[in-house]
């Protein structure tokens, strides 16, 4: 049998054979990602960095609390991730901890 190697964005972890029901593909790059850690975008899962590069800003920083929880600084860059910290900081919804 043939190895293949599917298209991957991020690195998906495996702690058990169990965990790869927890893969889903982007439906911006095609690659897969832990669903529990993609954003979530007019019901389609999205990588953070591929989202990133579909939206404008202004539409990013209307998307929920709880996906913009989700982004990191890899994804967003700094200019954008200090205009989410910046949200947080006066309305307190940007989802990030500490």
């Known amino acids: 049998m043939k190895n293949i190697t599917l298209p991957r964005h991020d690195e998906v972890e495996l702690k058990g054979c169990h965990d790869i029901r927890h893969w889903t593909a982007c439906k911006g790059c095609g690659g897969l990602g832990d669903q529990m850690a993609m954003l979530s975008y007019q019901g389609a899962p999205f990588h953070g960095t591929c989202l990133v590069k579909l939206l404008d800003r202004r539409t990013l920083l ?24 910046n949200r947080k900081a006066t309305q307190g919804t940007c989802g990030h901890s500490g």
Do not use: F, H
């Not at 989700?70 to 200090?82: A, E, F, Q, S």
């Open 62 to 85: 209307k998307l929920p609390a709880s996906e913009l929880g989700k982004l990191t600084l890899g994804d967003t860059g700094t200019p954008l991730m200090r205009a989410l910290l």
